[in-house]
């Protein structure tokens, strides 16, 4: 019982962290050297924010907003 207490505790957390980070808009899209994908206009961002968020395109940086 404690163990899945535990579990469903983290669980929350972790969804706490996620959720802040994305509606504070930091996570940036990350390429596979690392760099986030430039843009000039939200249409070169691809859509893979989750949920409800949309890609924005800032300082020719592709974020999740």
Known sequence: ?????????AL?????II???TTEG???YITVSGDPIHCINAYDCP?????F???RCINNKCYCM
């Open 1 to 9: 019982m404690v163990i899945i207490l535990k579990f469903i505790y």
């Open 12 to 16: 929350i957390i972790l969804f706490f």
């Open 19 to 21: 959720f802040v980070a």
């Open 26 to 28: 930091v996570l940036p």
């Open 47 to 51: 859509n893979v924010c989750v949920d």
């Open 53 to 55: 968020l949309i890609s």
